[in-house]
C-alpha cells in the first residue's frame, strides 16, 4: 500500500471508491507551498484540466488515500498518466497526525487556459463531499471558468 494525494474530484470519496475500490481514505490535509490551478486545454472537460503548481503562498487542500497497487494502475488509466498525460510526483501533506510524505499527479502540459463550469462543479462537489473547509470549496465555486453550470 502507498499513500495518494488527491486534490481534483478524486477528492470524492464515492468516485475514488469506483477508481480504486480496495483503497480507503486514509485522511485529509493540506499541501501547503501548491496553488490549484488548470492547464492542458486541448486535451480536458471542454476546458482546461486541474493540477497544482508549487507556489510559496498558497494550499491546496487533499485527500489522502491508502492505495493498494493494483488500483494504483487503475488510477494511472483514469488519469492518463500511462499516456503520459499526467506525471506522479512526490510533495508532502500537512495532517492533524503530522506531516507525511505521499505522491500525487501532476499535469504535464502548460498552466493556462480556463476549466469548464461543468468541471469546475464537479470539483466544488468533489471537495465538499470530502469535507474541505467551506470558504476553500466557495473559493473553488468561484473560480472563473469558461461557459455557464452549476
Not at 493540477?51 to 494502475?73: C, G, K, L, N, S
Amino acid at each position: 500500500m502507498t499513500l495518494y494525494a488527491a486534490y481534483g474530484t478524486n477528492l470524492d470519496p464515492a468516485r475514488m471508491g469506483e477508481r480504486a475500490p480496495h483503497s480507503p481514505l486514509h485522511t485529509t490535509g493540506w499541501l501547503e507551498g501548491w496553488r490549484l490551478t488548470f492547464g492542458g486545454e486541448e486535451h480536458g472537460w471542454d476546458g482546461s484540466l486541474a493540477t497544482i503548481v508549487q507556489d510559496p503562498f498558497e494550499h491546496v487542500f487533499v485527500a489522502v488515500y491508502d492505495v493498494t497497487r493494483e488500483d494504483e494502475q487503475h488510477l494511472d488509466g483514469w488519469e492518463a498518466a500511462d499516456s503520459g498525460l499526467y506525471r506522479k510526483t512526490k510533495v508532502r501533506v500537512d495532517t492533524l497526525s503530522g506531516a507525511q510524505v505521499v505522491w500525487t499527479y501532476v499535469l504535464d502540459a502548460f498552466e493556462g487556459g480556463l476549466p469548464s463550469a461543468s468541471y469546475l462543479g464537479v470539483l466544488g462537489d468533489a471537495a465538499e463531499a470530502c469535507g474541505a473547509p467551506a470558504d476553500y470549496v466557495a473559493a473553488l465555486r468561484r473560480r472563473p471558468c469558461r461557459s455557464i453550470g452549476h
